[in-house]
Nanobody, 119 residues
């Protein structure tokens, strides 16, 4: 029933900016952590950033200082503002939702959205 839908991907040049959105529907009434992951063909999926129900954020070293994760007050929209993009940021970006204890830690994924950075 839980559904995550990513929007906002596209193609940009290095040093440009892009913003991603993740819409959450059908979620249970639980505290949760929302995360962004990314994956390039032939490579493992890697963690990018996360934000919990209290608004606490975490960033991968590779994006710290360039990306900003945020959410709306209702907690049903999560965003990833990506500034100073680099070619290495090119990947499929996935939204993830994981309920926090004592709720069952079921992992939900969006279908992903493509981000391409090149000159």
């Amino acid at each position: 029933q839980v559904r995550l839908v990513e929007t906002g991907g596209g193609s940009v040049q290095p040093e440009e900016s892009l913003s991603l959105s993740c819409a959450i529907s059908g979620a249970t009434d639980c505290r949760r952590t929302m995360s962004w992951y990314r994956q390039t063909p032939g490579r493992e999926r890697e963690f990018v950033s996360s934000i919990d129900s209290d608004g606490r954020t975490t960033y991968a070293y590779s994006v710290k200082g360039r990306f900003t994760i945020s959410q709306n007050n209702a907690g049903n929209m999560v965003y990833l503002q990506m500034n100073n993009l680099k070619p290495e940021d090119t990947a499929m970006y996935y939204c993830q939702r994981v309920p926090s204890s004592p709720c069952t830690p079921t992992v939900y994924w969006g279908h992903g959205i493509q981000v391409h950075v090149s000159s």
